[in-house]
């Protein structure tokens, strides 16, 4: 079953802009994650965020979790062509690792 | 550098031959996991395994079996593949970290 959902399924910016993306959740959480994937390839860890985090950073990567609000934001800054990708979020609830259906986030040049 | 590797990459069967889908991971982790990726879907947890000689299945394991015999391998099994078997398989490892390490997919077409 999925706990995550991504919003918006799609997204289409101009490369230099900054995109955002959002998953919402239904239960408690240990640790919510992003990952990226490229067309044909395998999922990438991008960044983890403990239920007792509130904002994370990693390069052009800013993740915040709303824990009251079970929504979590991914924001990319600057985007590139390169970041021409699929984005997930997975929950962590003990050892179950659940998974929203993704956006799809297309940069364009 | 530590990797996670799959294969066949791609696979062309008949309904109801068995098939075999390999797992080899390099990270010495306990924790591995086999999934399918299907348009709409996401990513569904087929089984899974926290250590040598334990597996547990996943939300749609039917029709599906593996083993661990191992820490580096979790071998996936069609016993006899269907055709709504057809699909792209993820296996992936993960450590203390949580964090997921996933290999570059197997697509399978059962005809």
């Known amino acids: 079953s999925q706990q995550g959902e991504e919003d918006p399924q799609a997204l289409s910016i101009q490369e230099g802009e900054n995109a955002t993306m959002n998953c919402s959740y239904k239960?408690?959480?240990?640790?919510l994650q992003w990952y990226r994937q490229n067309s044909g390839r395998g999922l990438v860890h991008l960044i983890l965020i403990r239920s007792n985090e509130r904002e994370k950073h990693s390069g052009r990567l800013r993740v915040t979790l709303d824990t009251s609000k079970k929504s979590s934001s991914l924001l990319i800054t600057a985007s590139r062509a390169a970041d021409t990708a699929s984005y997930f979020c997975?929950?962590?609830?003990?050892?179950?690792?659940?998974w929203g259906a993704g956006t799809k986030l297309i940069i364009k040049p | 550098d530590a990797e996670i590797t799959q294969s066949p990459r791609h696979k062309i069967t008949e309904t109801g031959r068995q098939v075999t889908l390999a797992c080899h991971q390099t990270?010495?982790?306990?924790?591995m996991f086999w999934y399918r990726q299907d348009l709409g879907h996401g990513l569904r947890l087929i089984h899974y395994s926290y250590g040598v000689q334990d597996t547990n299945k996943g939300e749609v394991s039917d029709g599906y079996s593996v083993s661990r015999s191992n820490t580096e391998d979790l071998p996936l099994t069609l016993e006899s593949a269907a055709s709504s078997q057809t699909s792209v398989y993820f296996c992936?490892?993960?450590?203390?970290?949580?964090?997921?390490?996933f290999g570059e997919g197997s697509r399978l077409t059962v005809l």
């Open positions: 990270w010495n982790h306990n924790n």
């Open positions: 997975a929950t962590r609830l003990y050892y179950q690792l659940i």
């Open positions: 992936a490892s993960s450590g203390e970290t949580g964090e997921l390490f």
């Open positions: 239960t408690s959480i240990n640790n």
